[in-house]
C-alpha cells in the first residue's frame, strides 16, 4: 500500500486549479499522513498562539487525482483506519466559538494521549478519532479549507471516522481529494472551534461511482445513512438535510412525499456536526434497518 505524506503536499484551499499530489486509479487504498490543523505549530502550551501563521490552519493533504472521476459521478471514500498522533491541542480564543465573547485571550492546552483516553487535567476523555476535513475541488472559485460546503471540507462531523463510507459529489475532473484536520475526540457542535487537534494518518480506498449523483456530501456506516449540508445557518442547513434524504428515498423507494415524511418524523434523527465555522453543518440520518425493509439502497 502506498503513502502520501504531507510532505508531498498540503493544500489550504478546495480549489479546481490546484495541481494534484497523486493520480490514483479507482478502487484505490492509500495511507494519507496529515499536519493537525494547526500545522503542528502548537507543540507546547509556552507557544504564544496569537502569534502562530494563521495563514497555515487546517492544512489538508492533497490533492488526490482519481482517475475516471468526472462531474456528475460520485467519489466513495471508505475509511479504512486513523492513526493519531501522541498529544494533542485544543484552543480558545475572543470571538472564537460559542463563547469567545466571555473569552478574554488566546489559551491553549497540550493534551496527552495515552490509552485511548485524552489526558485533560485529571480526567481520562474518551478517544474519538475522527476527520474534520475532507473532501473534493467544487466547480466554481476555491473554498479555504476552514469552510464546509457542498464539496465537503471542514464539516466537523464526529462520524467522520474508522469505518464509515462518505459519499461526495463530483464537480471537476479526478475529483481532486483531499482531507486533514484529525481530532483525538470532539463532540458535536465543536463548541470552542477547535476539538483535540492532532496529526495522523487515515487510510482510504477510493472509487468513483457511475450513474449516480448529489448534490451534498453523504455517509454512511453500519447503524444509519446520512444527508450533510452546510449553510449559512443551522436552521438552513438541517431542513435542506431532511429535504434532499426525504427526495432521494422518495426516489428511490416509490413511495409518496408524505408517507417517507412520515417515516422520517418517527424513525429519522436531525442532528448538528457543527456550530462554528463560517457555514453551519448539519445531517440527517435515517437507521438502515428501514432502508432495508424498504428495500432500498441509497448509494454504493
Not at 464546509?148 to 471540507?153: M, V
Not at 469505518?163 to 481529494?177: C, N, R, S
Not at 487515515?202 to 457511475?210: E, F, H, M, R
Amino acid at each position: 500500500m502506498e503513502t502520501l505524506s504531507y510532505e508531498s503536499g498540503i493544500i489550504y484551499e478546495f480549489n479546481k486549479n490546484n495541481k494534484y499530489t497523486k493520480k490514483v486509479a479507482s478502487g484505490t487504498t492509500l495511507k494519507v499522513e496529515t499536519y493537525d490543523c494547526f500545522q503542528n505549530q502548537i507543540q507546547s502550551e509556552k507557544t504564544e498562539v496569537a502569534a502562530i501563521d494563521w495563514n497555515k490552519i487546517n492544512p489538508a493533504t492533497g490533492p488526490i487525482y482519481v482517475e475516471g472521476a468526472m462531474p456528475g459521478d460520485v467519489l466513495k471514500v471508505k475509511i479504512e483506519k486513523i492513526e493519531i498522533g501522541e498529544q494533542g491541542v485544543m484552543v480558545v480564543g475572543p470571538e472564537l466559538g460559542v463563547m469567545g465573547h466571555r473569552i478574554e485571550r488566546m489559551e491553549s492546552k497540550v493534551l496527552p494521549i495515552q490509552d485511548d483516553k485524552v489526558i485533560f487535567n485529571d480526567l481520562e476523555l474518551p478517544v474519538n478519532k475522527m476527520i474534520g476535513v475532507i473532501g473534493v475541488a467544487p466547480v466554481g472559485e476555491g473554498v479555504n479549507c476552514g469552510t464546509p460546503g457542498a464539496h465537503g471540507g471542514n464539516m466537523d462531523n464526529k462520524m467522520v471516522t474508522e469505518g464509515a463510507t462518505l459519499y461526495f459529489p463530483v464537480f471537476v475532473e479526478g475529483a481532486l481529494f483531499g482531507l486533514g484536520d484529525f481530532h483525538a475526540a470532539m463532540g458535536d457542535g465543536e463548541v470552542s472551534v477547535s476539538g483535540v487537534e492532532v496529526p495522523g494518518a487515515a487510510t482510504v480506498t477510493l472509487d468513483v461511482i457511475k450513474g449516480e449523483s448529489i448534490d451534498h456530501p453523504m455517509l454512511e456506516n453500519e447503524e444509519v445513512f446520512t444527508q450533510i449540508v452546510s449553510a449559512e445557518t443551522l436552521d438552513e442547513a438541517a431542513k435542506l438535510a431532511t429535504q434532499e434524504m426525504v427526495e432521494r428515498i422518495v426516489d428511490k423507494s416509490g413511495l409518496p412525499v408524505s408517507e417517507v415524511t412520515m417515516l422520517m418524523s418517527a424513525v429519522g434523527q436531525s442532528e448538528i456536526c457543527q456550530i462554528v465555522d463560517p457555514l453551519m453543518t448539519a445531517r440527517f440520518a435515517v437507521p438502515k434497518w428501514l432502508l432495508e425493509k424498504l428495500d432500498v439502497r441509497l448509494l454504493g
